[in-house]
């Protein structure tokens, strides 16, 4: 379902073979390309030229920023265009266009600052595999010092499939 205040922001570095892909899933999913940001993170292959023929909006960022910067760019153009909503999808493919939905619903019904998609509640839905011994030992203890600070319980916190109102 289009939402009209909801912005799909893909942070991309080097995903010419994933990013047609999402491309299409996004936009059977009635998401317009006024909707769509792509950032390219100063990509080293045909990122760049698969979004500008994508019809979204395209933000290319000149030296590599890393996700941070290169969300963060995405944002700045977000708020510029009037969206209150901002939905972070990895240009890799991982998160199913189709749960975006869930998460409009969730924040918008919550009122939340910020929802999270989580691999670990139903790995089905995902294909998620494993992380290695040492990335899954840094999540668990990570996310328990989260729960224990913000006294809520978390699944998945270093999720890269995240909704944030930014009209706060």
Do not use: W
Not at 37 to 62: K, M, R
Request: glycine share 8%; hydrophobic share 40%; aromatic share 8%.
């Amino acid at each position: 379902m289009e939402q009209k205040d909801l912005c799909l922001i893909i942070p991309a570095y080097n995903e010419e073979k994933n990013l047609p892909k999402l491309i299409a899933e996004l936009k059977a999913a009635q998401y317009s390309n006024d909707q769509i940001i792509i950032v390219n993170d100063c990509s080293g292959d045909d990122t760049l030229e698969i979004a500008n023929t994508s019809g979204a909006l395209v933000i290319d960022l000149p030296i590599n920023l890393g996700i941070g910067g290169a969300m963060q760019s995405g944002y700045m153009l977000a708020a510029s265009k009037g969206f209150r909503y901002v939905c972070q999808i990895d240009g890799d493919g991982q998160h199913p266009p189709e749960e975006i939905e869930t998460l409009y619903k969730k924040i918008s019904k919550t009122k939340a600052d910020m929802v999270f998609g989580s691999r670990f509640i139903d790995q089905s839905l995902t294909g998620f595999k494993s992380a290695s011994v040492t990335r899954s030992i840094g999540i668990v203890i990570t996310r328990l010092f989260i729960q224990m600070a913000c006294r809520k319980k978390f699944y998945d916190i270093t999720s890269g499939f995240r909704m944030i109102d930014i009209n706060l």
